[in-house]
């Protein structure tokens, strides 16, 4: 049997250069043709995956954006041209504010919390003996439900909850964490942050380890104060580690859902609402799949805006983070 | 004579031809249609009915008829099939989509102008609706119908009351339960009761942010008994931003501003923990209270739902379900027909006295607590003595008003509560929320047409 795939020696090589003609051509493009089928053969079961699990949701979604359909017959799809996208941004409609000031809102809360958070405690652990146990507890949140966490959360800011139970101990009035719009939002980013903060440590931990331990000695050596050797060696040579946890936090953040949904349900009033619920809800409840896949681009258009300028700001002297 | 085996070939098919006709026979089968008989005259025809009694003795409670029909019928048999509530919309929207819906739906009333719009509900046969319309009382057929059209056989129909702790109530000095907003207002002042630190001991009246139904249930059973309506008569637009709905908000907020009610609290737990002296909501909710307080329940009063003045006319929130026929149905004559015998067919009732008949579906409904739109049963099954809690909700069928079943009312739902939220919270004045609340509503209703 012929190996299509094989590279042509050396000797069958100068033979077609010394029978150069019209039959050898051809049969050197219909060999190459053959390679050229043979390859994608082997990659049809991967573009077959792509092709059903990627482009034809993808296309399907960019059709019902463009569309008004109730979810129930694939003959009742109407197309209503960009009236879905005008629908979003109307007057009365609450996607841009507050859903999708919400959104980002969350997602910077988040981004902002377990980044500081992660910092801080990924240059601890790197000072600590057992670095391991410690990279484990932290990483602990990570592997529970989000669903637990929400709930255990939300009994911990109950009004006789621990949150309020410790406030009252130390004479402080409780607080409606969940039930106070000024305060709800805050409350599940808190819990986002620390439930994601796991996987940020164990990245930044990684890159830390990474940093050549002569910088440090060369900063002793000048005689540089811990701060100083923190913000000039540290944070710089964090960056590639930072940008990751950076930008993999920001998608979360923006497309969050399981948390909100357990622990707020978007309230109260849409305290807590945020895209991916409103798509939910607009899909699967209020039977509108147009609207729903309308805020989907929107919010994929925000999450590409988003990531790009991270990279754009991480970004130096060409050097790519 | 055995044929000759050819080399390789496995029972007559190759590995290759093998290979390729397993894939294909699993698609096959994972695609294909259930099997509901032929339909050719004469053969026997599988109905499948999809609901949201999943669990427990709602399940057990709707086999039971089902299993008779089965066991009396050689042609047509029956195959329940059930999700719980929270997912029975969206499976109906996945089902239908594919082909694969059931040939009888148990929607919830709400969703009927939705389900009706999209094509999926068949109107009631003339027959089957002149049957409806003589059977069950107003809010029920009013829920089942769209556009003045029939859709279904109402099932459970859920109206809302007051709810009180008597011993709550006796504690505070008030000998009974408020028959007047006023009266309301005052019991709710005088039973709450918060620790030095501003936790809630005691809710006066319960609001609550639990769920969607509880929050606007709550609101909307109070804005009927005011007179007024949610949405307006077309269908087309939200009339709460009136007299009546101001009063309503207005109420809610002197609730919620004076400490008398605490919406954060979950009334679904306080309430049944005597951390709640009052609150509106709707009759299943007796069984479940029976059940979780035992011997505490004799402290649970139901009075029907206060109205502004003294002299006012009752009215109050009517919720429910029905069983319609699904518009791709390949078998809707025996589906129809079904759901008459399981509907409207009088059976003798135990334990309600000699001679004493009713519908399979309401002393179904009786048997797991809760009540049908046909007055006349639910008199028969709850003659024998049974809960008197359950009286109010029995008088309150001649007086409800049904929950809107409008295109988009699930979305005009879902935004009431977020501006009833905002009002509770402080987010928005009572105008604001009046106002915010029509906009909303408004462009998302006319939207769903």
Redesign the interface.
């Known amino acids: 049997m012929v190996n299509t795939l094989a590279p042509e020696t050396a000797g069958q090589a100068d033979r077609g250069i010394r029978y150069a003609g019209p039959t050898a051509a051809g049969h050197r493009g219909r060999a190459r043709r053959r390679q050229t089928a043979v390859a994608y053969l082997f990659l049809a079961p991967t573009l077959l995956f792509f092709a059903v699990f990627l482009f034809l949701p993808l296309g399907f979604a960019l059709l019902l954006s463009m569309s008004r359909w109730t979810g129930f017959d694939l003959g009742d799809i109407e197309p209503v041209g960009v009236d879905n996208f005008a629908g979003l941004f109307a007057d009365g409609s609450t996607f841009l504010t507050p859903v999708l000031t919400n959104t980002l809102l969350y997602a910077l809360g988040t981004v902002a919390l377990a980044l500081t958070g992660s910092v801080l405690v990924a240059t601890c652990i790197d000072k600590l003996r057992f670095q391991g146990l410690w990279r484990t507890l932290y990483f602990l949140p990570i592997v529970t439900t989000v669903v637990a966490v929400g709930n255990v959360w939300k009994y911990m800011y109950e009004p006789g909850g621990l949150v309020n139970g410790v406030l009252n101990a130390l004479g402080i009035g409780s607080v409606a964490f969940l039930q106070d719009p000024g305060t709800a939002l805050p409350s599940v980013v808190v819990v986002q942050a620390w439930a994601s903060v796991g996987t940020a440590i164990l990245v930044l931990t990684a890159g830390l380890k990474s940093i050549p331990g002569s910088y440090y000695e060369a900063a002793a050596l000048d005689g540089a104060g811990p701060v100083t050797v923190f913000l000039r060696i540290t944070l710089p040579l964090l960056r590639p580690s930072l940008l990751f946890v950076c930008v993999t936090q920001f998608l979360t953040g923006l497309q969050s859902f399981a948390l909100i949904i357990v622990m707020t349900k978007g309230g109260p009033g849409d305290a807590t609402a945020v895209a991916a619920l409103e798509m939910y809800r607009q899909a699967f409840s209020y039977g509108d799949w147009g609207i729903a896949s309308a805020a989907a681009f929107v919010l994929f258009l925000v999450v590409l805006v988003v990531t790009l300028l991270q990279l754009l700001l991480f970004r130096r002297k060409g050097e790519d983070a | 004579m055995t044929p000759a085996r050819r080399p390789g070939a496995a029972g007559g098919l190759s590995r290759r031809h093998f290979a390729l006709a397993l894939p294909s026979a699993l698609l096959a089968s994972g695609c294909a249609a259930p099997h509901r008989g032929t339909g050719r005259p004469g053969d026997p025809i599988e109905l499948t009915l999809l609901s949201h009694y999943a669990s427990g003795e709602l399940k057990q409670a709707l086999q039971g008829p089902v299993d008779e029909w089965n066991a009396t019928h050689d042609r047509v048999k029956v195959r329940t099939k059930a999700v719980e509530f929270t997912d029975l919309?969206?499976t109906?929207?996945v089902r239908?989509?594919a082909g694969q819906g059931a040939d009888i739906l148990h929607p919830y009333c709400l969703w009927n102008g939705?389900?009706v719009?999209?094509?999926?509900l068949r109107p009631a046969p003339p027959e089957h609706a002149e049957e409806i319309g003589r059977g069950y009382g107003e809010a029920a057929v009013r829920a089942a119908s769209v556009g003045g059209e029939v859709y279904g056989y109402p099932t459970e129909v859920q109206t809302y009351a007051l709810y009180y702790n008597k011993r709550l109530l006796r504690a505070a000095g008030l000998d009974g339960p408020p028959g007047t907003w006023r009266e309301l207002e005052e019991a709710a002042r005088r039973t709450a009761r918060r620790d030095r630190?501003?936790?809630?001991l005691v809710q006066g009246f319960g609001l609550s942010?639990y769920?969607d139904s509880t929050t606007v249930g709550q609101t909307l059973a109070l804005l009927n008994s005011a007179g007024g309506r949610f949405v307006s008569a077309d269908g087309r637009s939200t009339a709460i931003d009136s007299a009546a709905g101001r009063a309503v908000f207005g109420l809610e907020h002197r609730l919620v501003v004076t400490g008398a009610s605490?919406?954060?609290?979950n009334v679904y737990k306080a309430f049944p923990s005597g951390q709640v002296a009052m609150v509106i909501s709707a009759g299943w909710w007796t069984g479940s209270l029976k059940e979780l307080m035992g011997a505490g329940y004799r402290d649970v009063g139901v009075a029907p739902v206060p109205v502004p003045e003294a002299d006012g006319r009752r009215a109050t929130l009517s919720t429910g379900f029905m069983l319609g026929v699904n518009a791709a149905s390949e078998h809707p004559r025996e589906a129809w027909e079904f759901l008459r015998w399981l509907n409207t067919e009088k059976v003798g009732v135990q334990g309600a006295g000699r001679g004493a008949a009713a519908t399979r579906m309401s002393a179904l409904q009786v048997s797991v607590g809760s009540l049908t739109g046909r007055a006349d049963d639910m008199r028969t099954l709850l003659s024998g003595g049974g809960d008197p809690n359950l009286r109010p909700f029995l008088e309150a069928l001649a007086y409800a008003v049904p929950e809107p079943n409008v295109p988009?009312a699930?979305?005009a739902k879902?935004l009431l509560?977020?501006?009833i939220?905002?009002l509770?919270?402080?987010?928005?004045s009572v105008d604001e929320a009046l106002r915010t609340t029509r906009?909303?509503v408004?462009?998302?209703v006319s939207?769903?047409w």
Not at chain 2, 197 to 200: E, F, I, L, S
Request: charged share 25%; glycine share 12%.
């Open positions: 919309l969206t109906f929207m239908q989509a939705q389900l719009r999209a094509g999926v630190y501003g936790n809630t942010t769920d605490a919406p954060g609290v988009g699930q979305q879902s509560r977020k501006n939220e905002a509770w919270t402080g987010q928005r906009r909303q408004d462009q998302e939207r769903s």
